[in-house]
């Protein structure tokens, strides 16, 4: 079982950047393949990005794509998400996510299912 814990969340303004880190614990990180979530106020958590195992491959949604650049440091069992020009629409709650499988027959990085840990979350406000 990993742990996660997300932070660097925060309050900014339309246009800023933002760095969110997650780091885990408990078992081999380079073993779990990493993505981030998000959750606006009522509505349904959605797919932001995600990074294989090595890091060699990166998915991103596409309201997020060239704006939103995921990493992941396997020496320090962490992943990131740099946010920059962030929009009031980015606003919500993100989580961080581990699936030690990736998607299988049917399934895709995106879909809440392929991951089998999640962390607490961390707030992120972006104000206009």
């Known amino acids: 079982q990993v742990q996660l814990v997300e932070s660097g969340g925060g309050l900014v303004q339309a246009g800023d950047s933002l760095r969110l880190s997650c780091a885990a614990s408990?078992?081999?990180?380079?073993?779990?393949?990493m993505a981030w979530f998000r959750q606006a106020p009522g509505k349904e958590r959605e797919f932001v990005a995600a990074?294989?195992?090595?890091?060699?491959?990166?998915y991103y949604a596409d309201s997020v794509k060239g704006r939103f650049t995921i990493s992941r440091d396997n020496a320090k069992n962490t992943v990131y998400l740099q946010m920059n020009s962030l929009k009031p629409e980015d606003t919500a709650v993100y989580y961080c996510?581990?699936?030690?499988?990736?998607?299988?027959?049917?399934?895709?990085?995106?879909?809440?299912?392929?991951?089998?840990?999640w962390g607490q979350g961390t707030q992120v406000t972006v104000s206009s």
């Open positions: 408990g078992r081999t990180f380079s073993n779990y393949a």
């Open positions: 996510a581990a699936s030690d499988s990736g998607p299988t027959y049917g399934s895709n990085w995106a879909w809440a299912i392929v991951y089998d840990y």
């Open positions: 990074i294989s195992w090595s890091g060699s491959n990166t």
